[in-house]
Structures are given as structure tokens and as C-alpha cells.
């Protein structure tokens, strides 16, 4: 077995929903609701504003207001992780102090999406941003998003800042990515439900789930099995997950939207989606919530 870095924030965190009401506004009740269960469930920590947290489309003060109410909810139970990444390094370090006055216990940070500056830009942007405040880094790489990795040999120069600690890694380059953990401290997380395993088994630090929202239990079970030495436990759980998955993140729509319509349906707080996204149709909420019954079943006694 492998051995292990200390993950910064716990191994099982969830990125979560962020709630909103029937009118569409910041539902922090629901918010601190959801919170509590999902730690309560397993998860170690909580990335907040990410992109399932609909970050394009909430304000300031409204990411302010939810790392405040979600750190109340949780106090020592779990890390609070602040989504802060936008295309403007300027913005993006105001919102780093903002995150660390309400709060927050780390920041997320996506590399700077539509520019797409170069390796050397994206170097400068990171390392300004991590000395502005005093709370550590996680590094998002999802160039499918964004339209720039955070190319491996970048990330080996960032690793020295001793406040870039870890990774959300949604590159699909596991070569890349074996590469950096190997000459690094760093701590990578996997941004992409399908890799849990797979990224966990050559030494990286966890996950940031989707899926967790709905599955907290069931996603920390594959590592904890791992970990216990039972890697044919840990396989069978991960494939378990396969189905809710694909229909999650690889049905064509958003995973906040898949992620909002299954919670909606399961009666827990999510609300609607914001412009220009739109809400799960009623045979896609149909088969979710079926996927989520058989995984349930399976999973029993878990």
C-alpha cells in the first residue's frame, strides 16, 4: 500500500450545492441544514462556491454570507474550503480576504478561465493570490472548463510556496499527475467522481465530490475500505457508484443541476439552479432518483 501525505483538509470533502429558495435567493438555512448533514455523513471538509456551487452566478456577499453561516453550522466538525476563482487576479484577491475574514479554513482556486494566459501568467496569478492572505491554497486544474492547464512542471514551481498545499485535479492526466506527486508535498484530490479510487491508489489525498452530495456515506466508504487493506471491497464500492455517476456527470448536463434535482427530490435543501441554467427535466429526475434507490440498496449495511 502506498504511502500517504497528511491531506490538508481531511480525505472526504464534498463540494457542495449551494441552496437557494423558490424565488432563487441564498437560502443560508438550508445551507447550514445541508452542511450538517453532510458532515454529519462523513465528509471531512466542504468546498463551498465552486463550480457546482454556482459560483459564476452568486455575488460577492452572497459567497461571504454562505462560508459564514456554513462555518457556524459545522464549527470544528469540518473544513471550510472558499471557492474565490475568478478570471481577474485582482478580484480573486479581494475575494481570498473576504473568504478569510468570514471564515474560511482554505481557498480554492481555479486557474484563470476565456484568457487563457500562459504558464508564466498563471505562475504569477497563483503565487499572488497565495500571498495575500493567510490561508492555504488548493489548485484547480480543469482545463475543460477554463481552457488552460496548469501544466505539471508549473505546478512543480508552485509546490514551494508553503502556502499551496493541494490540487483539485480534474486533468484526466494521470501520467501528469503521478509525476507531481512524486517530487511533491502536494495534495491531490480528485475533482472527478469516476477517479476516487484510482487517484486515492497512487497516493493522492482524496476526493472533492459532486456526488457526495446525495452519496456522503458511500464515497467515504472506498476509502476507508482501502485504507482498512481491503482493496477488493474498495473496487466493489467504487463500481457501485458507476450508474448515479453517469447520470450526474456525464449526461450532458451540469452536475450542479443533476446534483440540485436529486436533492430536491430527496426532500433536502437544494432549490433551483440560476440562469443560464436550467432545471433537471422530470425523466431525468426519474432516473436519479432510481440510480440513487439501486445504489442505496447495494450499499446497505455500509
Known sequence: MTSRRTPPFGRALCAMITPFTDEGLLDLDGAQRLAD????????GLVLSGTTGESPT????????????????????????????????????????????????????????????????????FREIADASGLPLVLY?????????????????????????????????LLGTQKVLAATELAYYTGCD?????????????????VANVTPRHFRSIL???????????VRLQQLTIPLTELMMASGLPGTVTAKA???????????????????GR????????????????????
Open 141 to 173: 486544474d480543469i482545463p475543460g472548463r477554463t481552457g488552460t492547464r496548469i501544466e505539471p512542471e508549473t505546478m512543480l514551481r508552485l509546490a514551494g510556496h508553503p502556502r499551496i498545499v493541494a490540487v483539485k485535479d480534474c486533468a484526466y492526466d
Open 262 to 280: 436529486l436533492l430536491s427530490a430527496l426532500g433536502l435543501p437544494a432549490g433551483p439552479v440560476r440562469a443560464p441554467l436550467r432545471p433537471a
Open 58 to 125: 452568486t455575488t460577492d456577499a452572497e459567497k461571504s454570507a454562505l462560508v459564514r453561516a456554513v462555518a457556524d453550522a459545522v464549527g470544528d466538525r469540518a473544513a471550510v474550503v472558499a471557492g474565490i476563482g475568478t478570471a481577474d487576479t485582482r478580484h480573486t484577491t479581494e475575494l481570498a480576504l473576504e473568504a478569510e475574514k468570514a471564515g474560511a479554513d482554505g481557498l480554492l482556486v481555479v486557474t484563470p478561465y476565456y484568457s487563457r494566459p500562459p504558464q508564466d501568467a498563471v505562475e504569477a496569478h
Open 224 to 234: 476507508d475500505a482501502f485504507d482498512g487493506g481491503d482493496p477488493d471491497e474498495a
Open 37 to 44: 448533514r453532510l458532515v454529519s455523513e462523513g465528509c471531512d
Open 194 to 210: 469516476e477517479y476516487v479510487l484510482a487517484l486515492y491508489a497512487i497516493g493522492g489525498a482524496g476526493y472533492i465530490s459532486t
Open 283 to 302: 425523466e431525468t429526475v426519474d432516473g436519479l432518483r432510481a440510480a440513487y434507490e439501486r445504489l442505496v440498496a447495494a450499499s446497505a449495511g455500509v
